[in-house]
């Protein structure tokens, strides 16, 4: 089935700098994205979405970048703090369109060293 | 902002006995909600979506006999795990919609551990 993945299981970065984490997508239908941050033992928290008329999306030290071409998805993430260790995950709406349904990638664990 | 809330938040039962948990829309109407489950160091999977008045659709290989999901009112749906196996024991998360992209948040998540 078209399943929505991520290229890196663990990104460890310096409190600080930059944090980049990708995201591939499989199904050309989808036209609608979103970023969420799950915290050990929670619930997935929203980010940031997307729309597919868009590229980039900014909001407070978060940037999505979305590359229809490469069915390709990123999350920038500026001045990592130690708050931001989690794991995230890229989600699309696929084939269902606007019904709500969301698929989810297999998520990548940001380590923040202080 | 909007609020989902689950109860119970974790609960341990013994093999063979059914679990009830709620998820509730605090400040807003959710006519769909969402269930899914997530084993540990693993993604979300979809169960089965839900709307309000309606049967609940279930993804493939999701038992309907076995997650029993009401949504009866707009602000309440419930997942019900019966005769609860050890290989049942996960994170149960629910999500809620009003049927907006900006009107759609998560739940806490309940955990579940089947002895």
């Known amino acids: 089935g078209e399943s929505v993945g991520l290229h890196l299981p663990t990104l460890s970065v310096q409190e600080g700098d930059n944090s980049i984490i990708n995201c591939a997508y499989s199904?050309?239908?989808?036209?609608?994205f979103i970023w969420y941050k799950q915290e050990s033992g929670k619930g997935p928290q929203f980010i940031i979405d997307?729309?597919?008329?868009?590229d980039k999306r900014q909001g407070q030290r978060v940037t999505v970048l979305l590359n229809k071409t490469v069915k390709h998805l990123s999350l920038q993430i500026a001045a990592t703090q130690p708050g931001d260790s989690a794991v995230y995950f890229c989600?699309?709406?696929?084939?269902?369109?606007?019904?709500?349904?969301?698929?989810f990638g297999q998520g990548t664990t940001l380590q923040v060293k202080p | 902002g909007a609020v989902v809330s689950q109860h119970p938040s974790w609960v341990i039962c013994k093999s063979g006995t059914s679990v009830k948990i709620e998820c509730r829309s605090l400040?807003?109407?959710?006519?769909?909600m969402f269930w899914y489950r997530q084993f540990p160091k693993q993604s979300l999977m979809l169960m089965a979506t839900?709307?309000?008045?309606?049967?609940?659709?279930?993804e493939q290989g999701v038992e309907k006999d076995k997650f029993l999901i009401n949504h009866a009112s707009l602000t309440l749906s419930t997942l019900t795990v019966t005769s609860a196996h050890p290989e049942d024991s996960s994170f149960y998360i629910c999500?809620?919609?009003?049927?907006?992209?900006?009107?759609?948040?998560f739940g806490p998540g309940t955990r579940l551990t089947v002895l």
């Open positions: 989600a699309e709406n696929g084939p269902s369109g606007n019904t709500g349904k969301l698929i």
């Open positions: 199904n050309s239908a989808s036209d609608y």
């Open positions: 997307i729309r597919s008329n868009m």
């Open positions: 400040d807003f109407q959710a006519t769909t």
């Open positions: 839900s709307n309000e008045g309606s049967k609940a659709t279930y």
């Open positions: 999500r809620a919609s009003s049927g907006s992209p900006d009107t759609q948040y």
